[in-house]
């Protein structure tokens, strides 16, 4: 897959040769990006990283806003939506009501509000509670960090217990907002009685810590610089180096309504709103995704941005009133089908979502799956997809998917293999290993034996490393464990005896450690010591029920694709092995290290572990 830019302005060619070779822009790069007059090379750039992080993915939720009052001992400058207890305006929502605004299809609520005087602590965690207890199939987002920070002074509790007495609610995840920019600047003009940058990162920070991942936000297009949303960007990509925990950027245009600070009707601009879209895109290089939110910049203008770098179209925002009170132009609500149809129309895949993007339903056909991993970049680096679409999908979501007929073809987990054999057809290729993998690592405190009755955390990203682990455990050295499940995005390692970890995630870890563990196995390695077969960890598969000349295009595709990158990792996978720590001479070594044809050793290896794994019958 390959992009070709045709620049009107050569100031920015510099900037792509370091986008291609995945080097981190700086501040000035920012600068000469939102001066360009050349918007389309710009939303090229930022498009090719999209790509990169998301395939032809974009995301939505079906989700439902709370806002559960208006009153706020704050009286921000910019905002329109809160006021004062006793007010005509001012309203209180009880649980109930609240409950009645949720539907069972929805899966994530968003909570956030005023913040009144006389609330108790009860009736915050009630809210969430009750949402939890009564709708299982939706997750909870809740609370700004200055919510957070309000509870934490109000209730006189430590942010910690404040977020974990959430979580054990049914919190999951935590909105962007309060973010605002951080400019002290700005702050004291605007907001002088929020919590600055500083106060905001330590909420987040702590949150990541505890496992709850967030989002993050700019309010952008009011009195702020360019400098300042630039600074303000850097400041999360570094914040994100160090805690991995932020799930999406969201650049929130201004909506000037009665405010004061602008004209009435003085809304940003497109040119303005792609730009920043684009260049949040090219500057958080470490943020899996960007989001159009349409609330903010109309569906028309977030229709553009699926093109510009945005991956995340939030979703049909049921009850919206934070920016519809500032005058926002957008409908209240987006149904469904057209939030489906304007992906479609941008040429991508509507991903309907769970709350840590876990995808649920897809909404296009000839869709190809991807393992978002650097193993399996030899085969997609050269891939010329045409009439297909690429999703990066954790192999065990690919399982499901598949399951509902979902994917024509892709790398599956062995395990998934193995469960939908009647309806998958193998390919003749897959990931296989000689001896250690380096990517399917258990982080241990205690020897194998010492693990006996001990509680590991398992990785929710695939079946085959978790019954891998489960054979060695059980039939290499006659122990059993307890098993629990890591879910998606940052996880709390710390109340483990062990963790599983796959992927670019154990790639890293491999490499720096992972704190708080002294001990690292490599499962593959453990695997070929004992049975002296390669390891398969996936395969290549594609319906049965795809008629003959598809499946024959199919496997041409990926034969060509593999021929192409020629056993030459670095230029194949070269900035991708950077981008998870390893130099190019460890890509290289990595990447040969694994076979990616599907030989009869492999198919033996495949055989000796179904039968240790007591799965039923299957040809290989
Ligand atoms: O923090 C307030 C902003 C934010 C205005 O995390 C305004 O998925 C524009 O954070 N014009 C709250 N913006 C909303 C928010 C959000 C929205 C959607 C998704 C997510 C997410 C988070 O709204 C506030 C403030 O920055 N805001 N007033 C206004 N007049």
Redesign the pocket.
């Known amino acids: 897959m390959t992009t070709e830019i045709h620049f009107r302005d050569d100031q920015l060619i510099r900037i792509w040769q370091k986008v291609q070779r995945g080097e981190r822009l700086t501040l000035e790069d920012g600068l000469t990006m939102y001066r360009t007059p050349d918007l389309l090379s710009l939303g090229k750039m930022a498009h090719f990283v999209q790509q990169q992080k998301s395939g032809d993915a974009v995301y939505f939720v079906l989700n439902q806003?709370i806002e559960h009052t208006n009153v706020c001992v704050l009286s921000?400058k910019?905002?329109?939506?809160a006021t004062k207890k006793g007010r005509p305006d001012a309203y209180e929502m009880t649980t109930e009501e609240i409950l009645s605004k949720i539907t069972p299809d929805i899966h994530e609520v968003?909570i956030?509000g005023g913040m009144p005087a006389d609330w108790p602590w009860e009736r915050y965690l009630d809210i969430v509670r009750s949402i939890h207890d009564k709708f299982p199939n939706t997750d909870v987002?809740a609370f700004?960090a200055?919510e957070i920070d309000f509870f934490h002074k109000k209730f006189k509790m430590p942010v910690e217990e404040v977020l974990r007495q959430l979580y054990d609610a049914g919190m999951r995840t935590?909105?962007?907002?309060?973010?605002?920019v951080f400019s002290e600047r700005v702050r004291k003009l605007l907001f002088p009685q929020k919590i600055g940058a500083k106060g905001w990162f330590q909420v987040h920070k702590a949150a990541h810590k505890l496992g709850i991942p967030?989002?993050?936000?700019l309010?952008y297009?009011h009195i702020e610089t360019l400098e300042e949303r630039l600074i303000h960007m850097m400041k999360l990509r570094e914040a994100q180096d160090e805690t991995g925990g932020f799930l999406?950027f969201?650049p929130?245009?201004?909506?000037?309504?009665d405010?004061g600070i602008k004209p009435k009707n003085q809304f940003t601009s497109a040119i303005d709103d792609l730009k920043t879209i684009a260049i949040s895109r090219l500057m958080l290089d470490n943020f899996p995704h960007i989001?159009a939110?349409w609330?903010?910049l109309t569906e028309e203008v977030a229709a553009m941005a699926l093109n510009f770098g945005a991956d995340d179209m939030?979703g049909t925002?049921g009850g919206?009133k934070?920016?519809h009170?500032?005058?926002?132009i957008s409908p209240m609500t987006l149904a469904k089908d057209q939030i489906i149809r304007i992906i479609k129309d941008a040429g991508k895949i509507p991903v309907e979502r769970d709350v840590y993007y876990n995808p649920l339903k897809l909404y296009t056909d000839n869709i190809i799956g991807k393992i978002p991993y650097l193993n399996s970049v030899p085969f997609y680096a050269n891939f010329e997809k045409g009439q297909y679409r690429i999703l990066p999908v954790a192999p065990r979501r690919m399982g499901v998917l598949s399951e509902q007929n979902q994917i024509d073809a892709g790398l599956f987990s062995l395990m998934d293999y193995f469960n939908q054999h009647e309806k998958l057809e193998l390919m003749g290729w897959c990931i296989a290993t000689r001896d250690q993998v380096k990517s399917v690592m258990l982080f241990s405190n205690e020897g194998w034996l010492d693990l006996n009755g001990k509680t590991i955390g398992i990785t929710d990203d695939t079946a085959t490393s978790v019954k891998l682990l489960k054979v060695l455990l059980e039939k290499k050295y006659g122990v059993s464990a307890k098993f629990e499940r890591l879910h998606a995005g940052v996880n709390d390692y710390s109340k483990y005896d062990a963790v599983l970890l796959i992927g670019d995630e154990a790639l890293r870890a491999n490499k720096t450690g992972l704190d708080g563990f002294e001990l690292v196995f490599d499962l593959a390695r453990e695997w070929y010591d004992w049975e002296k077969l390669p390891f398969v960890f996936a395969v290549w598969a594609m319906k049965k029920s795809l008629p003959e000349e598809r499946k024959a295009e199919l496997k041409e595709m990926i034969a060509y694709s593999l021929d192409k990158t020629a056993g030459d990792f670095v230029a194949a996978a070269g900035v991708y092995g950077k981008s998870v720590g390893l130099t190019d001479a460890e890509t290289q070594e990595y990447l040969a290290g694994f076979n990616f044809n599907l030989g009869e050793r492999e198919r033996e290896g495949m055989m000796k572990f179904r039968e240790l794994a007591r799965v039923e019958s299957v040809r290989t």
């Open positions: 806003k921000c910019f905002c329109d939506f968003h956030t987002k700004t200055v935590m909105p962007g907002g309060g973010a605002e967030t989002n993050s936000t309010l297009g999406t969201i929130l245009a201004f909506q000037p309504g405010t989001k939110y609330v903010m939030d925002v919206e934070i920016a009170n500032a005058g926002a």
